[in-house]
């Protein structure tokens, strides 16, 4: 019964993802110039070799997933008993309860990611190769998330089961569309103004093509 609560919970979400990424080209593009563009593709392409040719930086990724798990339990004042990682067994937290925030935490927010863009943003005035090196790094980090998520449900990870692989696939892509425009501010030179511009943007966008759709389905089901 869970999953399926969940599930039906995770279809309009998932619809939401349609016009997010159906929306994203126009939104990046207020963004990014097509230097910082080559500068991200760059970092992600440079992971996405790694990931497939050399050897999987799986300890690092660990560490960060199961920290995600620890940091939002603490935020809900769950109790951890134990938290442990491994090259053997791999890691896990364990506390006295969980939900789903907490189980998808590792998976919707990017924590590698986080952290880089603090320092970027802490150090922007450093340097002016400060911003480039960081787009390149992020954009490293944000592929090493989404692979290795994606590996993650290859496994069918219990995390990502317990409320239903729909769900879990439809909140943790919002969440990662989200972060986009926050992620590429430290490094953009239109830094923040331009990411409030393209949430803006999204908003506007992504209001206009719910309402279409809902005329949409109002013309179909009414006579």
Known sequence: MRV????????????????????????????????????LLGGGAAYLAIHLFLRKPERIYLWGH??????????????????QISSRSGGKVVMDQTNVMIDLAPYTVPLYCVGAAVCAQIFRQASPWVPD?????????????LLFSAEGFRSAQPDLMRSGMLFSVAVILFF??????????????????GALEAYRLWNRSGLAIGRSLIDLVRALLLP
């Open 66 to 83: 199961e920290f995600s798990h620890l940091i939002v339990a603490k935020l809900f004042f769950r109790k951890i008993h134990e938290f």
């Open 133 to 145: 090196l960081y787009l390149a790094v992020a954009s490293f980090l944000f592929m090493m998330h």
């Open 176 to 193: 990662l569309l989200l972060w986009i425009p926050a992620l590429l501010a430290p490094g953009v030179k239109k830094g923040w103004r």
């Open 4 to 39: 399926f609560l969940f599930t039906l919970v995770g279809i309009p979400i998932l619809v939401a993802d349609g016009i997010l990424l159906y929306t994203f080209p126009i939104v990046s593009g207020t963004m990014v110039s097509r230097d910082e563009g080559w500068l």
